[in-house]
Every structure is written in C-alpha cells, then in structure tokens.
C-alpha cells in the first residue's frame, strides 16, 4: 500500500506560480512512477506530468515550458511547479503513484482566475 497527500493547491491569477507537493508514504521502495494528473469540471482526469524513479520526466504538450515535475528522493516527495498559469489549468490536481497497483491522493483545487 502506498499512502499519498498533496499540498499546495490555491487560487492564483493568470500569469502567476504554485507549487504542488506529493508525500508518499508505505511501501515507496516499489513506486515506480510518479505523477500528476489533473480533472477540470465536466471532464475526464487527464495527465499532466510523470517523473520515473530513474528522473525520466514526461509533459503533457499543453503544458510543457511551464510545469516542472522534480522529485525529492530521500522524503519519498514529488513537486510540481507551475508557471504561466492560465484559467484553463484551472482543474483538481491528483498525485498518482505505480507500483504494480495505481494510488491517488485526494486531490487539490488549483484556481486561475483574475
């Protein structure tokens, strides 16, 4: 079982920053990938960014040049900062974590709006 919780979450205007935050917790030494995702209202969960345990990231094409997913290895924690936001990144922010299985946490609102 891994156990995952985010932070970081708020409203922002357009054009500003936040920085999300990921703490895993359990069995963390199977994780292999860990990463965002995100669900606007009325549409499907969709993937933001992934980072491998090796470092290996992975952008969604929207979002690339503005989002930076890093990783924190010895506190078992994922970051992601947003740059440029926009209204449209305007979503709940889930962590995900495999192992052979698939964790989420609960989610974090992220509001872009002026």
């Known amino acids: 079982q891994v156990q995952l919780v985010e932070s970081g979450g708020g409203l922002v205007q357009p054009g500003g920053s936040l920085r999300l935050s990921c703490a895993a917790s359990?069995?963390?030494?199977?994780?292999?990938?860990m990463g965002w995702y995100r669900q606007a209202p009325g549409k499907e969960r969709d993937l933001v960014a992934t980072i491998t345990r090796f470092g290996i990231t992975n952008y969604v094409d929207s979002v690339k040049g503005r989002f930076i997913i890093s990783r924190d290895g010895a506190k078992a924690t994922v970051y992601l900062d947003m740059h440029s936001l926009k209204p449209d990144d305007t979503a709940v922010y889930f962590c995900n974590a495999k192992t052979t299985y698939m964790y989420w946490g609960q989610g974090t609102q992220v509001t872009v709006s002026s």
């Open positions: 359990g069995n963390i030494f199977n994780i292999n990938v």
